[in-house]
Protein backbone atom coordinates (compact mmCIF):
# COMPACT_ATOMS: atom_id res chain seq x y z
CA UNK A 1 0.00 0.00 0.00
CA UNK A 2 1.08 3.21 -1.13
CA UNK A 3 0.41 6.60 1.00
CA UNK A 4 1.06 10.12 -0.52
CA UNK A 5 0.06 13.91 0.90
CA UNK A 6 -0.55 16.79 -0.77
CA UNK A 7 1.41 19.57 -0.49
CA UNK A 8 1.14 21.15 3.37
CA UNK A 9 -1.92 18.74 3.63
CA UNK A 10 -3.86 21.26 1.50
CA UNK A 11 -7.24 19.72 0.79
CA UNK A 12 -7.17 19.69 -3.01
CA UNK A 13 -9.11 16.94 -3.60
CA UNK A 14 -12.07 17.82 -1.78
CA UNK A 15 -12.70 19.76 -5.47
CA UNK A 16 -14.49 17.45 -7.69
CA UNK A 17 -12.07 18.09 -10.87
CA UNK A 18 -9.21 17.22 -9.07
CA UNK A 19 -10.56 14.16 -7.15
CA UNK A 20 -11.73 12.76 -10.85
CA UNK A 21 -8.64 13.79 -12.27
CA UNK A 22 -5.96 11.75 -9.91
CA UNK A 23 -9.07 8.91 -10.62
CA UNK A 24 -8.06 9.23 -14.20
CA UNK A 25 -4.68 9.18 -14.04
CA UNK A 26 -4.64 6.41 -11.61
CA UNK A 27 -6.22 4.23 -14.22
CA UNK A 28 -4.01 6.28 -16.92
CA UNK A 29 -0.58 4.32 -15.66
CA UNK A 30 -3.06 0.73 -14.65
CA UNK A 31 -1.69 -2.13 -16.35
CA UNK A 32 1.41 -0.47 -18.01
CA UNK A 33 3.17 0.51 -14.73
CA UNK A 34 1.10 -1.17 -12.28
CA UNK A 35 -1.68 -3.25 -10.90
CA UNK A 36 -4.50 -1.32 -9.63
CA UNK A 37 -6.30 -3.59 -6.65
CA UNK A 38 -7.71 -0.69 -4.11
CA UNK A 39 -7.10 3.04 -3.59
CA UNK A 40 -9.11 5.85 -1.74
CA UNK A 41 -9.04 9.67 -2.57
CA UNK A 42 -8.70 11.45 1.15
CA UNK A 43 -8.91 15.62 0.14
CA UNK A 44 -5.84 15.81 1.33
CA UNK A 45 -3.86 12.38 0.32
CA UNK A 46 -4.46 9.22 -1.36
CA UNK A 47 -3.85 5.54 -0.33
CA UNK A 48 -3.54 3.18 -3.39
CA UNK A 49 -2.53 -0.46 -3.39
CA UNK A 50 -1.24 -1.85 -6.41
CA UNK A 51 1.27 -4.59 -7.65
CA UNK A 52 4.50 -2.42 -9.04
CA UNK A 53 4.80 -3.79 -12.83
CA UNK A 54 8.53 -1.47 -12.78
CA UNK A 55 9.81 -0.30 -8.94
CA UNK A 56 7.62 1.39 -7.15
CA UNK A 57 9.60 4.58 -7.09
CA UNK A 58 8.71 4.21 -10.47
CA UNK A 59 5.12 3.56 -10.08
CA UNK A 60 4.73 6.59 -7.63
CA UNK A 61 6.44 8.62 -10.06
CA UNK A 62 3.87 7.76 -12.65
CA UNK A 63 1.15 8.91 -10.33
CA UNK A 64 2.29 11.87 -8.94
CA UNK A 65 4.17 13.15 -11.76
CA UNK A 66 1.52 12.57 -14.30
CA UNK A 67 -1.11 13.60 -12.04
CA UNK A 68 0.70 16.98 -11.60
CA UNK A 69 1.55 17.86 -15.04
CA UNK A 70 -1.92 16.77 -15.85
CA UNK A 71 -2.70 19.38 -13.13
CA UNK A 72 -1.32 22.40 -14.61
CA UNK A 73 -2.51 21.26 -18.33
CA UNK A 74 -5.95 20.45 -17.51
CA UNK A 75 -7.42 22.15 -14.39
CA UNK A 76 -4.55 25.65 -14.96
CA UNK A 77 -3.01 24.90 -11.72
CA UNK A 78 0.86 25.76 -10.68
CA UNK A 79 0.15 24.74 -7.31
CA UNK A 80 2.70 22.41 -5.93
CA UNK A 81 0.64 19.33 -5.79
CA UNK A 82 2.45 16.84 -3.17
CA UNK A 83 4.69 16.35 -0.63
CA UNK A 84 7.97 14.82 -1.27
CA UNK A 85 8.43 11.32 -1.37
CA UNK A 86 5.89 8.79 0.11
CA UNK A 87 5.62 5.92 2.71
CA UNK A 88 4.40 2.43 1.40
CA UNK A 89 3.76 -0.93 3.51
CA UNK A 90 4.67 -4.26 1.67
CA UNK A 91 1.65 -6.62 2.14
CA UNK A 92 3.20 -9.51 3.65
CA UNK A 93 0.04 -11.95 2.99
CA UNK A 94 -3.62 -12.34 2.64
CA UNK A 95 -4.52 -11.00 6.07
CA UNK A 96 -2.60 -8.41 6.00
CA UNK A 97 -4.15 -7.72 2.41
CA UNK A 98 -7.81 -7.78 3.80
CA UNK A 99 -6.80 -5.66 6.90
CA UNK A 100 -5.48 -2.74 4.60
CA UNK A 101 -8.26 -2.85 2.26
CA UNK A 102 -10.51 -2.42 5.29
CA UNK A 103 -8.42 0.45 6.30
CA UNK A 104 -8.65 2.21 3.18
CA UNK A 105 -12.44 1.49 2.70
CA UNK A 106 -13.28 3.12 6.31
CA UNK A 107 -11.02 6.06 6.40
CA UNK A 108 -13.31 8.25 4.39
CA UNK A 109 -16.19 7.05 6.89
CA UNK A 110 -13.78 7.69 9.74
CA UNK A 111 -13.91 11.52 8.57
CA UNK A 112 -17.36 11.50 8.14
CA UNK A 113 -16.93 11.75 4.19
CA UNK A 114 -19.82 9.12 4.02
CA UNK A 115 -21.74 6.92 6.24
CA UNK A 116 -20.62 3.80 4.46
CA UNK A 117 -17.78 2.96 2.18
CA UNK A 118 -19.62 2.20 -1.06
CA UNK A 119 -21.56 6.10 -0.44
CA UNK A 120 -17.78 7.37 -1.09
CA UNK A 121 -17.45 8.08 -4.72
CA UNK A 122 -13.73 8.69 -4.79
CA UNK A 123 -12.74 5.09 -3.60
CA UNK A 124 -12.68 1.73 -5.02
CA UNK A 125 -15.54 0.84 -3.04
CA UNK A 126 -17.89 2.75 -4.86
CA UNK A 127 -19.38 1.01 -7.81
CA UNK A 128 -18.18 1.23 -10.90
CA UNK A 129 -14.68 1.23 -10.60
CA UNK A 130 -12.88 -2.05 -12.57
CA UNK A 131 -10.09 -3.31 -9.96
CA UNK A 132 -7.30 -6.07 -10.81
CA UNK A 133 -7.64 -9.50 -8.29
CA UNK A 134 -6.35 -9.81 -5.42
CA UNK A 135 -2.30 -10.61 -6.01
CA UNK A 136 -1.72 -14.36 -6.40
CA UNK A 137 0.59 -15.31 -4.25
CA UNK A 138 -0.29 -14.30 -0.71
CA UNK A 139 -0.04 -16.87 1.70
CA UNK A 140 -3.30 -17.67 3.06
CA UNK A 141 -3.14 -17.22 6.94
CA UNK A 142 -4.93 -19.50 9.20
CA UNK A 143 -6.17 -18.66 12.71
CA UNK A 144 -3.26 -21.17 14.32
CA UNK A 145 -0.69 -19.14 12.43
CA UNK A 146 -1.85 -16.00 12.97
CA UNK A 147 -0.23 -16.23 16.40
CA UNK A 148 3.54 -16.57 16.82
CA UNK A 149 6.36 -17.65 14.72
CA UNK A 150 5.70 -19.80 12.18
CA UNK A 151 5.44 -23.88 12.62
CA UNK A 152 9.14 -25.11 12.08
CA UNK A 153 10.94 -21.51 12.92
CA UNK A 154 14.77 -22.53 14.13
CA UNK A 155 13.75 -21.94 18.04
CA UNK A 156 10.45 -23.52 18.64
CA UNK A 157 8.99 -27.03 19.11
CA UNK A 158 5.87 -28.56 19.79
CA UNK A 159 5.62 -31.16 22.74
CA UNK A 160 2.92 -33.49 23.27
CA UNK A 161 -0.37 -31.63 23.90
CA UNK A 162 0.17 -29.73 21.06
CA UNK A 163 2.07 -26.86 23.05
CA UNK A 164 4.88 -24.76 21.36
CA UNK A 165 7.66 -24.12 23.79
CA UNK A 166 11.24 -22.11 23.00
CA UNK A 167 14.31 -24.12 22.02
CA UNK A 168 17.12 -23.85 24.25
CA UNK A 169 19.55 -21.54 23.27
CA UNK A 170 22.49 -23.07 22.24
CA UNK A 171 26.06 -21.11 22.08
CA UNK A 172 29.11 -21.05 19.68
CA UNK A 173 30.06 -24.52 20.71
CA UNK A 174 26.31 -25.63 20.52
CA UNK A 175 25.75 -27.00 24.32
CA UNK A 176 23.27 -25.88 25.54
CA UNK A 177 23.15 -22.26 27.67
Known amino acids: MVT ?3 WGRRALFHA ?3 SRLIIDTLYHYRGSAYLLHEFVIM ?3 IHVLLTPLTSLEKAVQFIKGGFSYRAKKELGSNLEVWQKGFSDHRIRDASDYRLHVIYMR ?3 VKRNLCEKP ?5 S ?3 AGFALDGVPQGLKPISLG ?3 GAPEGAPFQSK ?4 VTEAAPFRGKSNKTA
Not at 159 to 162: E, I, L
Open 124 to 126: SAH
Open 4 to 6: TST
Open 43 to 45: PDH
Open 106 to 108: QNP
Open 159 to 162: VPGG
Open 145 to 147: AAV
Open 118 to 122: EDYPY
Open 16 to 18: EPW
